[in-house]
């Protein structure tokens, strides 16, 4: 989900509402690094993970349509292909807790940075 910002013959700047999974690769700003530097003194996540919950880091994140940078050749990202184990019912309920707050969280960060 994003919005377009500005654009420039075949390209657009758009603003994600909700950062995409499979990102290649980031242009950061000295002072958006600087906020990530500040933001991640004790790394406890993924870096993909850290950047996709804006709220952590409270930098918006903007991106181009059609993506500069593309995974290339038929190699597929073994992530997303985890077999779902049965969880019990309050493990559920945590992690859909847990995914609503962050939503949540990282909505208001994308309403502040309009």
Known sequence: MFYSVVQQNEVKLVKF??????????FITPSC???FLDASEKMILPVDVFIRNTYLHRQA??????????PGGDKHSTIGCRKQ?????QVRMKKL???LYSSFLCAL????SR
């Open 17 to 26: 509402l909700k950062v995409p999974q499979c990102t290649t690769g980031y």
């Open 109 to 112: 960060v994308n309403i502040v």
């Open 61 to 70: 994140i903007y991106g181009l349509d059609p993506a500069p940078v593309k």
């Open 33 to 35: 690094a600087q906020a």
């Open 85 to 89: 184990k049965m969880m019990q019912p």
């Open 97 to 99: 807790i847990t995914r």
